[in-house]
């Protein structure tokens, strides 16, 4: 406790410095993240490594004096499971159908930085380049997420001395999350973070600008989040579910519109909301129809969920080749992921019925939570 109270009052750890708080707190966890990360001791069960082109090199066959193969070595080390997946494809583009289960969105911007935004890493091999491209985007997209949380929470909370040190909170705990190396690694989660939470403090913000009266700025606004809103669901398919905030919105406007009569006013907040769901939902539209054009225009080639109603490569893919659908997961040998995510859900479920219930509430912030609640409630 001394130690604490210690580090608190010497700065190191200081609410009322968030930035350069939550900026060494993350420095220090990703710090030590990598020192985990690179001390691994060679590839353990998971030797999906050795699948990328002329590097089945491991930690165990690197010589101590090749100071580059080390540092490739331990670059390497990030690059697991779903990773082999993302680098191929950013690599080689989408060779094989079962890799349009891993989001575009993620795989086309990692291509751009590293073809075009960051030539000077040409001097790599393509492996190397775009995996450390990939590293360096999910820590500085992570970072950035714990700073759009802490804003998100200021608007939730208020500047107030408990808004504040709930917010910091907030923000630090996303440092530290359960994703752990997930978050270092090239996975699209800290992306998709980032962007998800950016789009969130963008909708909160229209909804203070609108119980303030300004609402031509809250239509941007709530128009914007839905413009950042479609591009987590390019990079992960369950940001759709992020259009459960304007769904909820078009139902409680028109039930203003029933009980309090129409407007223009009410017209127009009606005519962005409408607009921002369907804003979010090409980001789940628009990879599907690119692949459908691949797949489906040649009457040779036709693949069979080409002909169903939705014609969706994501959902078949799922099911077809990694057995994804309801209920397919709840199975005896999947226990103890279950027992491993139960205390996340736990939360999850908690603070969704916590923040649903606070509706009755009159303070503006607080009744935002039913909102933001909504999509959590739902993935829960």
Not at 175 to 181: E, F, L, M, S, W
Request: include cysteine; aromatic fraction near 12%.
């Amino acid at each position: 406790m001394a130690s604490r109270l210690a580090l608190i009052h010497s700065g190191l750890l200081n609410p009322s410095k968030p930035l350069r708080s939550l900026s060494l707190a993350f420095g220090l966890w990703k710090a030590l993240v990598f020192l985990v990360v690179a001390s691994c001791p060679g590839p353990g069960y998971d030797t999906s490594t050795g699948l990328l082109p002329h590097h089945s090199t491991t930690a165990a066959d690197v010589s101590p004096g090749n100071s580059n193969h080390v540092s490739l070595s331990i670059l390497l080390e990030f690059v697991r499971w779903d990773s082999i997946y993302f680098i191929h494809i950013v690599e080689n583009g989408y060779v094989f159908e079962q890799e349009w289960a891993f989001g575009y969105g993620y795989t086309r911007l990692l291509f751009l930085l590293t073809t075009s935004v960051l030539p000077q890493l040409k001097g790599l091999d393509g492996v190397t380049r775009f995996a450390l491209v990939a590293i360096a985007l999910s820590h500085t997209t992570h970072y950035l997420s714990v700073l759009a949380l802490y804003k998100l929470s200021i608007n939730i909370f208020g500047h107030d001395l408990k808004g504040n040190l709930i917010s910091f909170l907030s923000a630090a705990l996303h440092i530290v999350c359960p994703a752990g190396a997930f978050l270092s690694a090239p996975y699209g989660e800290s992306l998709f973070s980032f962007l998800n939470i950016t789009g969130y403090y963008l909708y909160s913000s229209s909804l203070l600008d609108e119980n303030a009266g300004r609402r031509a700025i809250s239509h941007v606004k709530l128009l914007l989040a839905a413009i950042i809103f479609s591009i987590p669901t390019t990079v992960r398919s369950n940001g759709i579910l992020s259009g459960a905030l304007f769904a909820y919105d078009a139902l409680l406007q028109l039930w203003r519109m029933s009980s309090q009569g129409v407007s223009g006013v009410t017209l127009i907040r009606l005519a962005a909301i409408v607009g921002g769901g369907c804003l979010v939902g090409l980001g789940f539209i628009v990879p599907q129809w690119i692949a459908y054009t691949e797949f489906c225009m040649e009457e040779r080639s036709v693949r069979p969920w080409c002909g169903r109603p939705i014609p969706s490569i994501y959902v078949w893919v799922q099911a077809h080749y990694w057995n994804v659908g309801f209920l397919r997961y709840w199975t005896i040998s999947n226990l103890p992921f279950f027992i491993l995510a139960a205390p996340m859900l736990f939360v999850l479920c908690i603070s969704s019925i916590w923040a649903l219930n606070a509706t009755k509430s009159p303070d503006t912030g607080t009744s935002m939570l039913t909102r933001l609640a909504v999509p959590h409630a739902i993935l829960g």
